[in-house]
DNA sequence: GCGACAG
DNA sequence: ATCTTGTCGC
């Protein structure tokens, strides 16, 4: 059964859109754009994108603030100061903040897009199976994205064998990457790029086993990171592993080398974390993508960890894609 | 001081 | 994730 990934949608082009809905005289919150595209959570890359676009001549980002009605950054060009031109609409600056409850603009049209991705991501939970691994894995495969600095990804995708940690195979794919970096939504960003990538592999016979993703699997607000996006979009057993926790709760004390504790959720276990090594107190985070528990996520990657922070197959991973992307045109070798 | 927290 | 100089440590 196949999943259809839904049309990423452009989000760039729905922020301008609905922040030209606010007219003289009025102001809005980068929170409240956020929310009007659907979730709050995204109010930091609002302020990202309202101090770093390319300004048109009618632009009227200035008329985003901060939720306490201080002004919040702005373009530095001095012609541009954000309150002359708050003040040349009709609304008063005192002390470098506005009268929200007076100026508040809260009629936003729009079809929340981040809201219809979430609500993909619930969905998707429900297709991924915690079953265990039904076979000891032959091959272990591990994928992680890097950025070049005009923001192309760069996928790379490495092979290797758990009982010798020798790398058998290797290759990258690259694509243009719009979609931005938001927390919880990293799948829409990073997904295209793996699935094109992940396609190539199984048209050249080089599928592994299992698969390693640098990203959440199960262990994500709505159970669904970017490795259960991957294993149920190509249907194959996918483990997530990151270097920080994205939620959750876990007790870190006195957590020793090659020692885990469960990341708790509501008071389920949705993933892992594991000292990786002697040298280092922090752990890593794994969790199930799909097609295996979460003791099984947490034992494959106990088994590829040779003295680093990351199991075998991300380490090489990371390496390749990184090295590609700082070295612009590149190839698998 | 409070909420968020992957890449 | 990327942007980045020198600096500290094994």
Not at 6 to 35: K, M, N, S
Not at 266 to 281: K, M, V
């Amino acid at each position: 059964m196949s999943v259809v990934l839904p049309d990423i949608p452009d989000l760039g082009a729905c922020l301008r859109d609905l922040w030209h809905q606010v007219p003289p005289g009025c102001v809005t919150t980068y929170g409240d754009l956020a929310e009007a595209l659907g979730d709050r959570i995204a109010a930091r890359w609002v302020g990202q994108v309202a101090l770093r676009h390319d300004h048109s001549a009618d632009c009227p980002c200035h008329r985003i603030v901060r939720a306490d009605g201080s002004l919040g950054n702005y373009a530095t060009n001095a012609e541009r100061d954000k309150a002359r031109r708050l003040r040349a609409e009709g609304v008063a600056v005192r002390d470098g903040a506005v009268d929200l409850a007076r100026h508040r603009f809260a009629r936003f049209v729009g079809d929340r897009p981040l809201a219809a991705l979430r609500r993909f991501q619930e969905s998707l939970a429900d297709r991924a199976s915690l079953a265990p691994l039904s076979a000891e894995p032959k091959t272990i495969g591990g994928v992680d994205v890097s950025y070049t600095s005009d923001g192309e990804g760069v996928a790379a995708y490495v092979v290797v064998e758990p009982a010798s940690g020798d790398v058998l195979w290797k290759t990258i794919a690259r694509r243009p990457i719009r979609f931005p970096y938001i927390t919880s939504y990293l799948s829409f960003r990073e997904l295209p790029l793996l699935v094109e990538l992940l396609d190539e592999v199984d048209r050249t016979g080089h599928a592994a086993d299992v698969l390693l993703v640098d990203g959440s699997g199960r262990l994500h607000h709505r159970r669904a990171g970017i490795a259960t996006h991957l294993g149920v979009a190509r249907d194959r057993p996918t483990i997530g592993v990151t270097k920080k926790l994205l939620c959750g709760s876990v007790d870190l004390k006195g957590l020793e080398p090659r020692e885990s504790r469960p990341v708790l959720l509501d008071g389920e276990s949705i993933g892992a974390a594991l000292r990786p090594t002697a040298g280092s107190r922090r752990p890593i985070f794994v969790s199930p993508g799909h097609r295996i528990d979460v003791a099984g996520a947490e034992r494959v990657v106990r088994d590829l960890l040779c003295g680093r922070r990351l199991p075998e197959p991300l380490y090489w991973a990371d390496r390749l894609s990184r090295q590609v992307a700082r070295s612009g045109r590149g190839s698998a070798e």
